[in-house]
């Protein structure tokens, strides 16, 4: 499983913090968060990076098991 | 040079140690940026009441990173930099950063470089409060 940390925005739309779920890559990850929490998860995630455990990735990149993976909107500090 | 004070901080920001971290008997020009919450917003349809930043985990390290590599763009300049977390009314301080050096041209280019670096790399996140009761997420829309 894959434990997803939501912040801000995200969380928000999510309706939690965090979550685990079973993805094979970040792409199937995302469909799977949009499939869960709908159109307003999906508006938010378009503009979201993908930290698998650090490490911003794309959506071919595999999930391993015990995988991190956190959903950041874009950054608004200042 | 050296970067002397970086801190994601719950608590008020306070100008004074931020100047006084950055000086010493070798410095003649300290340059200061203070970001503070106003009440409007190109992201908000009406008038802030107040802010709500939130940091990921990380922010302490990432901040001190952020400093370190802009330290080692400008040599012979001191760095204070903090930003601030939770609930801030309109005029607080949301974020303070200093740079000290001997000469103001190189303080001023430094405290520009932090300030930029930090508002683009800074994992933080800013809701915004309206006087209508709704909110908004800055950037995330």
């Known amino acids: 499983m ?6 801000a925005a995200a969380a928000e739309a999510a309706g939690r913090s965090g979550e685990s779920l079973a993805a094979g890559t970040v792409g199937e990850l995302r469909e799977l968060m949009v499939s869960r929490h709908g159109e307003a998860l999906e ?6 990076s993908l930290l698998v455990d ?6 071919d990149v595999s999930l391993d ?3 991190v993976v956190d959903v950041l909107p874009p950054f608004a500090g200042g | 040079m050296s970067v002397r004070l970086t801190a ?3 608590e008020p920001l306070d100008v004074a140690t931020h100047m006084g971290a950055v000086s010493d008997s070798g410095t003649g020009a300290v340059a200061s940026f203070i970001g503070t919450v106003r009440d409007h917003s190109p992201d908000a349809n009406g008038t802030v009441t107040r802010l709500e930043y939130s940091a990921h985990p990380d922010a302490p390290r990432v901040l001190a990173e952020l400093a370190d590599r ?6 012979d300049v001191a760095l204070a930099v903090s930003h601030r977390t939770g609930d801030l009314a309109v005029g607080d301080l949301a974020i303070v950063a200093c740079a000290g050096s001997a000469h103001r041209a190189a303080a001023f280019d430094a405290c520009r470089d932090l300030v930029e670096v930090v508002k683009a790399e800074l994992p ?3 809701k915004q409060f309206l006087a209508d009761g709704s909110h908004t ?3 995330s829309a």
Request: aromatic residues 12%.
């Open chain 1, 2 to 7: 894959t434990e997803v940390r939501y912040f």
């Open chain 1, 43 to 48: 508006r938010v995630l378009s503009r979201c």
């Open chain 1, 54 to 59: 650090g490490v911003a990735s794309p959506d």
């Open chain 1, 65 to 67: 098991d015990d995988t």
């Open chain 2, 8 to 10: 994601i901080s719950p």
């Open chain 2, 70 to 75: 802009v330290a080692g763009r400008h040599p």
């Open chain 2, 124 to 126: 933080m996140w800013k």
């Open chain 2, 137 to 139: 997420w800055v950037g």
